[in-house]
Structures are given as C-alpha cells and as structure tokens.
Nanobody, 122 residues
Framework: QVQLVESGGGLVQPGGSLRLSCVAS????????MDWYRQAPGKARDFVAS????????MYADSVKGRFAISGDNAKNTVYLQMNSLKPEDTAVYYC???????????????WGQGTQVTVSS
C-alpha cells in the first residue's frame, strides 16, 4: 500500500506565504511524477503544479506562475509547494497526487492525499 500525506496548510493574509509538503510512503518502487491540485468550495479540482522525479519537467497552471514553486526531494519521497504572494482566490483544499509504481508491480498507479486546507483572508 501507498500513502500520501500533505501538511503545511493554514490561514494566511493576502500577500503572505505558505509551504506545503507531501510525503509518499509504503511499498514504493519508483515515483514518476508528483503533482499538486486544488479544489475550492463548489468548484472542480484544478491542476496547480507538477514535477517529474528527475526534476527535469516542471509545469504550472497559469494562475500560479511566478508565485508558486514546486520542488522535490527524491531521497525523502517528498514534494513541496512554496506559495508566495497569496491571494484570496488561492483559498482551497490542496491535494497531492503521485504516479507511483509499487514494489513488485509493473503498473503505474495514481494516488491522492487527503488534502490540506489553505485559506487566504484578512
């Protein structure tokens, strides 16, 4: 079994910063890429950022380019999301997603964390 656990969410004022973390654990053979998504109340879950395990490919949603930075630590099976210049419209539950090959498997499966709340408000 594989688990993803996010942390680092909270309440922050507009213009502030937060750093989210997501740790993958369990029977992991390899991680292909790790991503962040977010879901605001009453809206669909949207892509935020993605990073491949070799960090060679990084992508961002247009809405966060220049403000958010994704990074990874392969040794710790961890991905981070540094969020700067936060806006009220960044308020959402942030979810970690990872494409993982489990030990003993040849299949790439998608796993989700439970989410962490980010609220940007004065």
């Amino acid at each position: 079994q594989v688990q993803l656990v996010e942390s680092g969410g909270g309440l922050v004022q507009p213009g502030g910063s937060l750093r989210l973390s997501c740790v993958a654990s369990g029977s992991i053979f390899s991680i292909r890429h790790m991503d962040w998504y977010r879901q605001a109340p009453g809206k669909a879950r949207d892509f935020v950022a993605s990073i491949t395990s070799d960090s060679n490919t990084i992508m961002y949603a247009d809405s966060v380019k220049g403000r958010f930075a994704i990074s990874g630590d392969n040794a710790k099976n961890t991905v981070y999301l540094q969020m700067n210049s936060l806006k009220p419209e960044d308020t959402a539950v942030y979810y970690c997603n990872a494409a993982i090959v489990e030990t003993g498997s040849i299949l790439i499966r998608s796993y989700w964390g439970q989410g962490t709340q980010v609220t940007v408000s004065s």
